[in-house]
Each structure stands twice: as structure tokens, then as C-alpha cells.
């Protein structure tokens, strides 16, 4: 079993910055994809970003080259960093890890990011 705990949500104005956390319990923390989704109010939950265990990177269009995904095994946390961020990032933002992108089995409570124009 596996929990996930988001932090570093908040407000912020359009161009501004914002770090996201997940910290991940459990020994197999490295074997895991990670993945960061969100869902805007009214609309369904979308793909951000991921991360393999082998530090591989993916991203959905509409955040690349603004939003960087890492990983810090020894911590076992995995970090979302925002840039340049636009008000069409308005969403709860939620982590999830899995042994593959089409099945991450675990998800974290969410965390609200609000984005002013």
C-alpha cells in the first residue's frame, strides 16, 4: 500500500511560480511511474506530467516547457514545478503512482492551485 500526500498548492498571479510536492510512503518508492493530473471545475481529470523510475519524462502539450517533473528517491518524493503559470491552470492537482501510466493504483487527496489573471 502506498499514500500520497500533495503540499505547495496556493494562489498566485498569472506569470508566477509554483513548487508541488508529493511524498510517498513505502520501500518501492523508485520502482514507481509517477504522475501529476488535474481537474479545473466543470471539466474532467487530465494528464500533467510523469516521471519513470528511470527518470524518463512526459508531459501533456499544453504544459511544456513551463512545468518540470522530478523525483528525489531518497526523499520519496516526486515535485512539480510550474512556471509562467497561466490562469487555464486553475485546477486541483493530484499525484499518483503506479508500475505503469495506465495503472497508477494510488492517489493523493489533491492539492488547489488557483492561478489570478
Known amino acids: 500500500q502506498v499514500q500520497l500526500v500533495e503540499s505547495g498548492g496556493g494562489l498566485v498571479q498569472a506569470g508566477g511560480s509554483l513548487r508541488l510536492s508529493c511524498a510517498a510512503s513505502?520501500?518501492?518508492?523508485?520502482?514507481?511511474?509517477m504522475g501529476w493530473f488535474r481537474q479545473a471545475p466543470g471539466k474532467e481529470r487530465e494528464f500533467v506530467a510523469a516521471?519513470?523510475?528511470?527518470?524518463?519524462?512526459n508531459y501533456a502539450d499544453s504544459v511544456k516547457g513551463r512545468f518540470t517533473i522530478s523525483r528525489d528517491n531518497a526523499k520519496n518524493t516526486v515535485y512539480l514545478q510550474m512556471n509562467s503559470l497561466k490562469p487555464e491552470d486553475t485546477a486541483v492537482y493530484y499525484c499518483?503512482?503506479?508500475?505503469?501510466?495506465?495503472?497508477?493504483?494510488?492517489w493523493g487527496q489533491g492539492t488547489q492551485v488557483t492561478v489570478s489573471s
Open positions: 499518483a503512482a503506479g508500475f505503469g501510466l495506465a495503472t497508477l493504483d494510488y
Open positions: 513505502g520501500r518501492t518508492f523508485s520502482t514507481y511511474v
Open positions: 516521471i519513470s523510475f528511470s527518470v524518463d519524462t
